[in-house]
């Protein structure tokens, strides 16, 4: 997905918490969260009171595989980052507060273990983690980067290393690794100053190697209450060894039916260990472990096992144990500062916590049975959402719902047909449902007369399957030479159904599988003209069939695999499908014949599937694109040039657009020109669909400009008017439009001709004759784009803190209030996504109820409460409502009630209205024409726009304000889209006004550091590398398909320019060439070009000349030129160069 453009996500969940089962656990320094990971690959982050009550906050979606480790990956309390990293050898590097992914990378092999460790390095210290997993060796990390710097290697039977603990010594400098490998060996190796500052990858031996015949090693851990004793616990036995030389102090076997997995030391002379089915014993060590004591290594040598240490206290597993899926996971964790809490957490594959507060007095002796710990808390998400009140709402739960039963029917398989605005909903009672997006969005989130009528919005219901629907398909979006009337879905009952989605009738059941459909695929567009028309099926009896739409028959049934199918590639040129199962074995199918070519295994089965890979085109999968209807694009994208790019030449601007739009075909993100596209995401499987809305802010501006320019005559989206957009945007629009369309649509007229083998005139034929009939089935009609605006604007507005406003809003605009806080996302770097839990809000409230001291109940943070919730979300929150309210503001008629929203047949009226918006009838729509009231609704945006961006902190409170970040601002000071640009502008300048001049005078000093160093000849970063962004079109043409290059690669993803690394100052330590070092020097110089162009009178000369740059003193050149020296001031010197680089 490109970061560039400003996406907002909006999740509902539904009732059912999502599957989590949790693989691993960390809490934070300061005890107030803890962060889980599962084996589906989300992490969960928890919010945790003072006295032990938690909370589920936020999900984050990024990893593809089972979290193995997660791990703190900074020192200080205020950035609070933690490292995590998956079986597929990714890691990702958090930011806890608001769940954005700051950095991600790849490597070859997975991690098990990582360790945070302080270098200090001269007078800086640096975050290094310290990696180990299957591999030989220990990885060395960079903290900020997650570059590897080197590795600790073993020269003596090198192994994999099961585990390892840090010991910080205060005696000396050095500090040491110890590890033990998976043979059973223990390893150690010295870290020293001069080992720290090396940056190549030489690699570091160990020390010494000693066998401590440890099979089976779970972890071992350093005392670090007496700083001289380790302890090793194996799977058998647990033991402990002086840190000093590792001779053995004293060791104790587990029961015959247990098996430990880990354990720490709570004190010098307590340790704690667990089994693998979740009970945990406290020991007190024997005083020959305890350097206080004067037995200390009295047994040493011995022969004989030591006595078995007495047991204090055990944590016996919960009396009401379900069959747990796999082993829970425990973790021991202690505060080093205020509250001094020892803590045992657990968490198991049901996704609950429990939390066990650990004493430290010891039972007075002597007690023959050990004290019975009690818990502390639990929870498990199911619980933490059936507790919510109202319920967290499905999106068509109002739809679902059976008299007599309490949930509503799960969905389990869902498509949103973007040129439509409809979301097409599968669910396990084997119905399907076609229902508006939006509609069904604001049923869901707002409050207003939608509520008193049952079975709002008007939707489609189609039966057919005799259970679950397991899969559903829209193949026209993925490939326009599909007929855009059929619907594909697969259910439990083996059965493949084809719909016609305008009529809604049965076209064709196809039943050639053995087992639930599990999966339903397009071929990619240079297959044979056969396969071609048909789409790929695949079922759970490990079967692959190619079913014809066209022929409405099986051509190829490939089914003899012996093991699940996971994976399916094409070789079109050889008229190959090719199958990967679980095996690791792959098939080679001919498409043709179905004859089976060829099945291997080994390496041979890998080379084949990248073979695939290298041979495969830029083809779109069904997951990666919903393309947007081939004619609708066109006409979408001319009109928007229309308002502005009349000085074009028309021939040009025609070739443009078909250039445009073959070249998005390959390489478009998900969100490619829809202002809204609902995905469905399931955490596994078993799960029914949780659904996420993405508005495009952008796409939303560029809809809502092309509808102005389009007057009088608004398009309407309905499965009719899709037929008559092109006919009836002829009509309209002034002549230059009329011969735009001529050009275009002779163009469509060819693409489709290739595209299609029908014959043109059936086609319009076939148009025709449609046309007549589904106008009698037609659902609601309505304008999506308004209503995609009226959805996004009435969820983005701080609703309750101006009164009269809030009035206005809901009267003359006509927005709606949010009835419960709602459930935002974050979409940060390559994808990676962190959604709000609907539980959210209990943590909100306490946070907000701490902060400000007084008892805040729920209704008192919907709609304002989410500018309290991180400063990533307000930053996001606040660009979206101020762009799209300066666009509406410049519109005619903006306003989301009146005839111009529906065309839909008046209804009767019904009786009652709600108190929360009065009833408006349709009888007196407001009239265009009046100009008064177009007055009065450009006053109501204008002053909307104006309460977010300038009055919001003042109304809202210090205390429940997380304030925008500059530099998430300042990345967006040249945005593409003007109303965006100018949306960060404006919200950069109140920013750095309101945070005065102490504020200011912090950010120069923060930033200065980043900024390139100037050698005789200024460099501007577009220079230093070597492509040059493109910069963005003048600011009065609306830039439409000018589509910067930045998409197509992740890197320059969000940020403005490459910076530049050449021209670093040579004193500097080796800067990694990360992404977010070339973000933060772009930032650095718009943030402080900014402060030095609007408050450079405040900026004092530095007082010494001679202080270091390092030293955060303000940058040379930024003060008032000194005396007679005529070098400009650095401050005017970037604005200048900036304004050059990036306006054409």
Same mark, same amino acid.
């Given at each position: ?9 909006i ?5 059912t ?8 656990l960390l809490v934070?320094?300061?005890?107030t969260?803890? =962060?889980?990971?599962c084996?589906?690959?989300q ?10 009550? =938690?909370c589920p906050?936020?999900m ?6 089972s979290?193995?480790c997660?791990?703190k990956?900074s020192a ?17 590097l958090?930011d ?9 990378t ?9 360790q945070?460790?302080?270098?200090t ?8 983690? $310290?990696c ?6 220990i990885l060395v ?5 997650l570059?590897?710097l080197y ?5 003596i ?7 390892m ?6 005696r ?5 690794v ?6 059973g ?22 020390e010494?190697s000693?066998?401590?015949?440890c099979q ?7 005392c670090?209450?007496t ?5 090793v ?10 840190a000093?030389?590792y ?13 430990w997995?880990?354990g ?9 260990i667990?089994?693998e089915d ?11 472990c305890?350097s206080?004591?004067e ?6 040598g011995?022969?004989k096992?030591?006595s078995i ?13 379900q069959l ?6 425990t ?7 205020e ?6 957490i657990q +968490?198991? *594959?049901?996704?609950?916590l ?14 023959t049975?050990?004290?019975?710990l009690q818990m502390s808390?639990?929870i498990?998400?199911?619980?933490a959402f059936?507790?919510?009140?109202p ?8 739809? *679902? ?7 509503p ?22 119905s ?6 939006t509609q ?12 008193l ?5 008007p939707?489609?219901t189609l039966?057919?399957h005799?259970?679950?629907v397991?899969?559903v ?10 007929d855009?009337?059929? $619907?594909?879905?697969?259910?439990v009952?083996f ?8 009529t809604?009738?049965?076209k064709?059941i196809?039943?050639v599988?053995g087992?639930?459909i599990?999966?339903l695929?397009?071929?990619p567009e240079?297959?044979s003209?056969?396969v071609?028309?048909c789409v ?7 079967s ?8 409405r ?5 490939a ?12 070789r079109?040129?050889d008229d ?20 089976l ?9 890998v080379?084949?599937?990248n073979?695939c ?5 830029a ?16 006409t ?9 790019m ?18 998005d ?6 969100y ?15 799960d029914?669909?949780?659904h996420?809305?993405f508005?495009?802010?952008e796409?939303?501006?560029?809809q809502l ?10 398009t309407?989206?309905?499965p009719?008017? $899709?037929?008559?957009?092109?006919? +009836? ?6 002549f230059l439009?009329n011969k735009i369309f001529?050009?275009?649509k002779?163009t469509m ?6 595209h ?5 005139e ?11 009939k589904?106008k ?17 604007m ?8 101006n009164?009269?406003l ?9 927005m ?10 974050l ?22 109820s ?6 805040l109940?729920?209704?008192?943070i919907?709609?304002?409460?989410t ?8 930053t996001?929150h ?5 762009? $799209? ?15 111009h929203?529906k ?7 019904r009786? +009652?209205?709600?108190p ?5 009838t349709?009888?007196?729509?407001p009239q265009?024409?009046?100009?008064a ?5 450009k006053q109501?945006?204008?002053q ?11 109304l809202?409170?210090?205390d429940?304000y ?5 530099e998430?601002?300042a ?11 100018e949306?960060?502008?404006a ?9 005065g ?8 000093d ?7 160093q ?9 220079t ?9 079109p003048p ?10 290059p ?11 320019t ?5 021209n670093l ?7 990694s ?6 973000r ?6 718009v943030?402080l ?5 609007e408050f ?28 007679g020296?005529?070098?400009?001031s650095?401050?005017r010197?970037?604005?200048k160069?900036r ?6």
């Amino acid at each position: 997905m490109s970061g560039n453009n400003l996406v907002l996500p909006i999740v509902l969940w539904g009732r059912t918490a999502p599957t989590h089962c949790i693989s691993s656990l960390l809490v934070m320094d300061d005890f107030t969260t803890i =962060i889980t990971g599962c084996h589906d690959g989300q992490i969960c982050l928890w919010d945790m009171t003072p006295e032990l009550q =938690i909370c589920p906050r936020a999900m984050l979606f990024g990893h593809t595989a089972s979290i193995t480790c997660l791990s703190k990956a900074s020192a200080s309390s205020d950035k609070q980052y933690i490292v995590s990293a998956s079986e597929s050898g990714e890691m990702c590097l958090w930011d806890v507060n608001d769940g954005r992914c700051i950095e991600f990378t790849k490597l070859a092999c997975a991690h098990t273990g990582i360790q945070f460790y302080l270098f200090t390095i001269g007078t800086q210290k640096e975050g290094r983690l $310290l990696c180990n997993g299957h591999y030989p060796e220990i990885l060395v990390v960079d903290a900020t980067s997650l570059e590897v710097l080197y590795s600790l290697v073993s020269k003596i039977s090198p192994d994999w290393i099961s585990s390892m603990s840090i010991i910080r010594s205060h005696r000396t400098q050095e500090d040491t690794v110890v590890a033990v490998s998976v043979t059973g060996i223990l390893k150690v190796w010295m870290i020293t100053a001069e080992v720290s500052k090396m940056q190549d990858l030489d690699p570091i031996f160990e020390e010494e190697s000693k066998p401590i015949y440890c099979q089976g090693c779970q972890s071992i851990s350093f005392c670090s209450f007496t700083q001289s004793s380790l302890l090793v616990v194996c799977s058998k036995y647990w033991r402990v060894f002086d840190a000093g030389d590792y001779s053995l102090l004293c060791s104790v076997p587990s029961d015959s039916d247990q098996s430990w997995t880990g354990g720490e030391f709570i004190s010098a002379d307590k340790v704690i260990i667990w089994t693998e089915d979740g009970c945990s014993y406290i020991y007190k060590l024997p005083a020959s472990c305890q350097s206080a004591s004067e037995h200390f290594r009295s047994d040493v040598g011995r022969t004989k096992e030591g006595s078995i240490p007495p047991l204090i206290y055990s944590i016996a597993e919960r009396s009401d144990k379900q069959l747990l899926i796999c082993p829970p996971v425990t973790r021991f964790f202690f505060g080093r500062r205020e509250p001094f809490h020892k803590l045992l957490i657990q +968490g198991d *594959s049901a996704g609950r916590l429990s939390l066990w507060s650990v004493p430290d007095a010891t039972p007075p002796q002597p007690t023959t049975t050990p004290t019975e710990l009690q818990m502390s808390s639990t929870i498990s998400l199911q619980e933490a959402f059936d507790k919510l009140t109202p319920v967290s709402s499905g999106i068509i739960d109002q739809l *679902s719902v059976l008299p007599n039963k309490q949930l509503p029917i799960k969905v389990t398989a869902s498509v949103y047909i973007p040129s439509q605005g409809r979301l097409v909903c599968g669910r396990e009672d084997g119905s399907i449902v076609l229902v508006p997006a939006t509609q069904t969005a604001i049923v869901q989130l707002l409050q207003g007369e939608h509520m008193l009528r049952r079975g709002w919005p008007p939707h489609r219901t189609l039966r057919g399957h005799r259970n679950k629907v397991t899969c559903v398909l829209y193949p026209y979006q993925v490939s326009p030479r599909y007929d855009q009337r059929s $619907l594909v879905s697969g259910g439990v009952d083996f059965s493949v159904i084809v719909w016609d989605i305008f009529t809604g009738e049965m076209k064709h059941i196809f039943c050639v599988h053995g087992g639930e459909i599990s999966q339903l695929i397009v071929p990619p567009e240079n297959c044979s003209t056969r396969v071609q028309h048909c789409v790929c099926s695949v079922a759970s009896d490990h079967s692959v069939g190619l079913l014809s739409l066209r022929e409405r028959k099986c051509i190829m049934l490939a089914s003899r695999h012996l093991f699940p199918i996971q994976v399916i590639k094409w070789r079109p040129a050889d008229d190959y499908l090719v199958v990967g199962c679980s095996d690791g074995s792959v098939y080679v199918w001919q498409m043709d014949t179905g004859a089976l070519d060829r099945c291997v295994m080994g390496i041979t089965a890998v080379e084949i599937l990248n073979a695939c890979d290298e041979l495969a085109p830029a083809t779109v999968d069904a997951l990666s694109h919903s393309a947007v209807n081939l004619k609708q694009a066109m006409t979408r994208r001319s009109l928007a040039a229309l308002k502005n790019m009349a000085q074009h030449k028309l021939q040009t601007l025609a070739t443009n657009l078909l250039a445009a739009d073959n070249a998005d075909k390959g390489n478009l993100p998900k969100y490619s020109h829809n202002a809204l596209v609902v995905q469905a995401m399931k955490t596994n499987l078993t799960d029914p669909d949780m659904h996420v809305l993405f508005f495009d802010v952008e796409a939303l501006i560029i809809q809502l400009l092309t509808e102005e320019a389009q007057r009088p005559n608004p398009t309407l989206v309905s499965p009719e008017t $899709l037929q008559k957009s092109q006919a +009836g945007a002829d009509k309209g629009g002034s002549f230059l439009a009329n011969k735009i369309f001529k050009q275009v649509k002779e163009t469509m007229k060819e693409t489709i001709k290739e595209h299609l083998l029908d014959e043109d005139e059936e086609e319009e034929e076939e148009m025709r004759r449609r046309e007549e009939k589904s106008k009698s089935l037609s659902l609601l009609e309505y304008n999506l784009t308004m209503d995609t605006a009226k959805l996004f604007m009435s969820c983005l507005h701080a609703w309750g803190l101006n009164e009269q406003l809030d009035g206005i809003c809901l009267e003359r605009l006509g927005m709606l209030r949010p009835h419960c806080p709602i459930s935002f996302g974050l979409i940060s770097r390559g994808g990676h996504m962190s959604l709000m839990l609907p539980t959210f809000k209990e943590s909100l409230l306490r946070q907000l109820s701490l902060a400000t001291g007084l008892k805040l109940a729920l209704s008192d943070i919907v709609g304002k409460g989410t500018y309290g919730v991180s400063r990533a979300v307000t930053t996001q929150h606040l660009l979206s409502a101020i762009s $799209l309210a300066n666009t509406l503001m410049g519109m005619t008629n903006a306003t989301f009630v009146g005839e111009h929203m529906k065309k839909a047949p008046a209804r009767p009226p019904r009786p +009652g209205g709600t108190p929360e918006s009065p009833r408006r009838t349709p009888a007196a729509p407001p009239q265009p024409s009046n100009p008064a009231l177009q007055a009065q609704i450009k006053q109501g945006w204008s002053q909307l726009a104006a309460m977010h961006c300038v009055m919001l902190p003042d109304l809202l409170g210090l205390d429940k304000y997380r304030p925008p970040l500059l530099e998430m601002l300042a990345r967006r000071w040249q945005d593409r889209c003007l109303e965006v640009r100018e949306a960060a502008q404006a919200l950069l300048l109140a920013e750095l006004r309101r945070i005065g001049q102490s504020g200011r005078k912090d950010t120069v000093d923060a930033w200065a550091p980043y900024l390139p160093q100037y050698v005789d000849t200024v460099s501007s970063p577009g220079t230093a590398t070597e492509t040059p962004p493109q910069a963005p079109p003048p600011p009065e043409a609306q830039p439409v398909e000018t589509k910067a290059p930045e998409e197509e690669m992740d890197v320059t993803d969000d940020d403005i320019t490459a910076g530049c690394l050449s021209n670093l100052p040579p004193n500097a330590k080796k800067i990694s060439n990360s992404y977010e070092e070339r973000r933060k020097q772009a930032t650095a110089i718009v943030l402080l070009g900014v402060i030095g162009a609007e408050f450079g009178a405040e900026i004092e000369p530095p007082k010494g000349s001679a202080r270091a740059r390092a030293g955060g003193a303000v940058p040379e050149g930024f003060g008032p030129t000194s005396g007679g020296s005529s070098n400009y001031s650095l401050a005017r010197h970037t604005c200048k160069y900036r304004k050059d680089d990036l306006t054409p």
